[in-house]
């Protein structure tokens, strides 16, 4: 069974970091490009980043460049997210993504997505 997991979540105060993980299990992420989303309340759910499956280019939100950076370990088959500088405006659940996608780019649609991790920043 192809599943995600991520995991970090929490509150931090405003200028904080966190770093989330998106664990894969029941397939390997080598041929997956990962993106990370994220949707705050009452409003659409975003693309914040992601990582191509062929040479980990990683491309951003212009809301996250400078601040978020996307990584992957495939030989941990996880996929993280080092989000520094963090603004209550990040407030949101983020949800990681991954699609069979063996290309420089990243997808448009993802086939297998994680649950949710909070990220609350406040004061």
């Known amino acids: 069974q192809l599943q995600l997991v991520e995991s970090g979540g929490g509150l931090v105060q405003p200028g904080e970091s966190l770093t989330l993980s998106c664990a894969a299990s029941?397939?390997?992420?080598?041929?997956?490009?990962i993106g990370w989303f994220r949707q705050a309340p009452g409003k659409e759910r975003e693309g914040v980043s992601c990582?191509?499956?062929?040479?980990?280019?990683?491309y951003y939100a212009d809301s996250v460049k400078g601040r978020f950076t996307i990584s992957r370990d495939n030989a941990k088959n996880t996929v993280y997210l080092q989000m520094n500088s963090l603004k209550p405006e990040d407030t949101a659940v983020y949800y990681c993504?991954?699609?069979?996608?063996?290309?420089?780019?990243?997808?448009?649609?993802?086939?297998?997505w994680g649950q949710g991790t909070q990220v609350t920043v406040s004061s």
């Open positions: 993504a991954a699609t069979y996608y063996n290309s420089i780019y990243c997808p448009r649609e993802y086939n297998y």
């Open positions: 029941g397939f390997t992420l080598d041929y997956y490009a």
């Open positions: 990582i191509s499956s062929s040479d980990g280019r990683t």
